[in-house]
């Protein structure tokens, strides 16, 4: 194997064609030579670009926690309920691990991804400089696994739903930055990639 190290191929899903990936300008794609399937498309990735999309996902986050998810009204009275309220009521009522596992996924994991994204964008230099750059990117994918924003909105809406007839529910403003934060975690995962930081820094 007389690989470079330093180059990277790109492999065709379908045919599993190796090929050597090409320098792409904003929505210039790439296509497999022998089967013409997308392998690559060039976007608009900039590093102001990539830290402003985490600095709206980070006020998304926080506006996520802080405000209430839902208002319920049953019988006169009013009940509201936070992010972290309910992650207490689950784990106050017997179910912990659940508890547990919507603060992982809704709460921590989408937090770290984004501070993650926010501390090696605004010093990509010197993350770079000090070979930490692979190790975060690689700490920043392992975290999107466990970050199930999507999960979580999908669970809520269900509830919502099936607690309509119940009694009256007024969705709270966490619940639309939820739904936000949805397209904007997808945006910052396209941005947080090594070609994509890399091609921004040297374009800049
Ligand atoms: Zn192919």
């Given at each position: 194997?007389?690989?470079?190290?330093?180059?990277?191929?790109?492999?065709?899903?379908?045919?599993?064609?190796?090929?050597?990936?090409?320098?792409?300008?904003?929505?210039?794609?790439?296509?497999?030579?022998?089967?013409g399937?997308?392998?690559?498309?060039?976007?608009?990735?900039?590093?102001?670009?990539?830290?402003a999309?985490?600095?709206?996902?980070?006020?998304?986050?926080?506006?996520?926690?802080?405000?209430?998810?839902?208002?319920?009204?049953?019988?006169?009275?009013?009940?509201?309920?936070?992010?972290?309220?309910?992650?207490?009521?689950?784990?106050?009522?017997?179910?912990?691990?659940?508890?547990?596992?919507?603060?992982?996924?809704?709460?921590?994991?989408?937090?770290?991804?984004?501070?993650?994204?926010?501390?090696?964008?605004?010093?990509?230099?010197?993350?770079?400089?000090?070979?930490?750059?692979?190790?975060?990117?690689?700490?920043?994918?392992?975290?999107?696994?466990?970050?199930?924003?999507?999960?979580?909105?999908?669970?809520?809406?269900?509830?919502?739903?099936?607690?309509?007839?119940?009694a009256?529910?007024?969705?709270?403003?966490?619940?639309?930055?939820?739904?936000a934060?949805?397209?904007?975690?997808?945006f910052?995962?396209?941005y947080?990639?090594?070609?994509?930081?890399?091609?921004?820094?040297?374009?800049?």
């Amino acid at each position: 194997m007389d690989r470079a190290p330093s180059t990277a191929r790109l492999v065709c899903p379908q045919c599993d064609l190796l090929a050597l990936p090409a320098s792409l300008r904003a929505n210039e794609v790439s296509r497999c030579p022998r089967c013409g399937v997308e392998l690559d498309r060039g976007t608009y990735a900039s590093r102001e670009a990539a830290l402003a999309i985490a600095a709206a996902a980070a006020q998304l986050w926080i506006l996520m926690n802080v405000f209430p998810l839902v208002e319920l009204s049953l019988a006169g009275t009013q009940r509201q309920t936070t992010l972290s309220g309910a992650v207490v009521a689950l784990a106050t009522h017997g179910m912990p691990a659940l508890a547990a596992l919507v603060f992982l996924t809704a709460v921590a994991a989408p937090g770290a991804e984004i501070a993650l994204a926010l501390y090696a964008l605004a010093r990509l230099e010197s993350v770079a400089q000090s070979g930490a750059l692979g190790r975060m990117i690689r700490w920043f994918r392992t975290l999107r696994r466990w970050s199930m924003v999507d999960v979580f909105m999908l669970g809520s809406l269900v509830s919502i739903v099936k607690l309509a007839h119940l009694a009256d529910l007024v969705v709270g403003p966490a619940l639309w930055a939820c739904a936000a934060l949805l397209p904007v975690l997808a945006f910052l995962g396209l941005y947080v990639r090594p070609q994509k930081l890399f091609a921004g820094s040297h374009g800049a």
